[in-house]
């Protein structure tokens, strides 16, 4: 048996009950049980079986052609191109591949899916249809085009006790988005900074069993223990419908107190060695290396700090120095692996976002940075805090109505 594309039919043969035979439904390969084409499929032809051998097959030198019907519900049916079956086709043959072009599934639709087999050309009036079967072209994204509201706290804020006699945390989402339908997913990040999540969720929530009502997303009280020493904890989401599209952009975010038990402090705490090169000891315009291409933090060596151990440094930001007025977009982790030679004499990191981190920090801010060990997977303990004054006050006589502050682009006011 060969198969080949032909080229389009010149007019439709004649359809009616009268004389014609109806044939098997065509199997769409991918679709689940309820029609639905998964978005993952959009991007390639469109695989069909014809399972069924009909009566009458082509011989030897004989023709037929499969032209498959693509009607989306609401519009006029269109015909696909026709394939042509090369005789001699017998039920061995079976079942037959064809595909339907990806051009077919640009838009959302409901479609009901046949095919036709003519006999000896495309437009052959001696014909047979099949039955039907409806599929569903998804590629609408619940959500889409609309700013998402954010996931609501059940309590503000989490702390030790709630976490230990809550071993899930119920999240709500708002419910009204545009889109939602049975099966809906909620993709949810958590993070203790607040930030646009780059990664992959922290968790997903089971598919929605009604497409109305309120939303609860049930998130196991291990997620608020993983952030030791934070303040806050922020949550984002998105939407993910049955198809697997997936909103674009992330809702609004949602943030949160957080008052978890902490390890003990068993190291020493880390240092500012700009500062302390300092003459005044603080961070300002005149510091070396200068503020604005980074601010680095020293963890020095620790006979309990192993090999392979988790570093995590954590840096927050004050409104007034030295911990007044904490701010909950100047937060900073960083991470390092300790290498038992190369780290023999401490490890330094620098915090680089300077732009988010260390802008904002004005006049007589403060600054605190303090690390986590993790061994195996499981918190040893952490350092103390050391604080630091940042002060980018230019000093000028007499003093302008305005503040000068310094910046890698010059002396001037900011907003």
Known sequence: MNTTHAGQPRANGPSGPGGILVLAEPTVVDALPDGLIPAEFYFNDLRILLETPWAVLPGPGRFQYVIFEWNVRGARPVDTPPFELRGPLTDADFPIALTIPRDFLLSSAVIDLRYRVHNTRPDSPSMDTSETVTIRIDRDAPGAGELLAPAIFPIDPITQAYLDANPMVPMEIPNGYRGREVGDKVLMYFSDMNLLPTGLPTLTSPPLTADSGRIFVDVPREVFRRYPGARWLFCFYRL????G??????????RVGLQTDLPPIMYTRPSFPQAEAHENGYLTCTTQ???????????PPDANI??????????????????????????????????GIADASGYNFWIRDVERLIRPLKENAGGEASYLVTRAGTDVGRSASRFVQFDRVVPVSPAPPDPIYCWIDGNGPEP
């Open 240 to 243: 993910q419908d049955r198809a």
């Open 245 to 254: 599209n997936v909103n674009p952009a992330f809702s609004l975010v949602a």
């Open 289 to 299: 290396p200068p503020i604005w291409f980074g601010v680095e933090v020293y963890i």
């Open 306 to 339: 192993l090999h392979g151990d988790l570093i995590t440094l954590r840096f927050q930001g004050y409104g007034q120095y030295q911990d007044v007025d904490p701010n909950p977009d100047i937060v900073e982790t960083l991470e390092h692996y300790w290498d």
